[in-house]
Nanobody, 126 residues
């Protein structure tokens, strides 16, 4: 059983930065592909970024390219999302996700991940 716990959300002003963290516990002997998604009320959860097991490759949604950076520290079993130049439209609950299933190369969908954190609220004011 894998557990994910997000932290680092909060209130920010437009232009500010926040860093989210996701600590992975449980079956962590093998790093998993990890991702960040976000969701606002009455909308579907949307992909933000994902990172490969080693951290060598990262992939982003177009709306965060150049502003957000996903990274990981496998020694600490933690994945990060550095968010710079925040905008009010970045306001959402941010979820960390892990894929413990074998295989997969294009991991941008909610169904590509089988473990989820509880989410952390990010609110950006103008």
């Amino acid at each position: 059983q894998v557990q994910l716990v997000e932290s680092g959300g909060g209130l920010a002003q437009a232009g500010d930065s926040l860093r989210l963290s996701c600590e992975v516990s449980g079956r962590t002997f093998s790093p998993y592909p990890m991702a960040w998604f976000r969701q606002v009320p009455r909308k579907e959860r949307e992909f933000v970024a994902w990172i490969t097991r080693s951290g060598t490759n990262t992939y982003y949604a177009d709306f965060v390219k150049g502003r957000f950076t996903i990274s990981r520290d496998n020694a600490k079993n933690t994945v990060y999302l550095q968010m710079n130049s925040l905008k009010p439209e970045d306001t959402a609950i941010y979820f960390c996700a892990a894929r413990t299933l074998v295989g997969g190369t294009y991991l941008r969908g909610v169904r590509d991940y089988d473990c989820w954190g509880q989410g952390t609220q990010v609110t950006v004011s103008s």
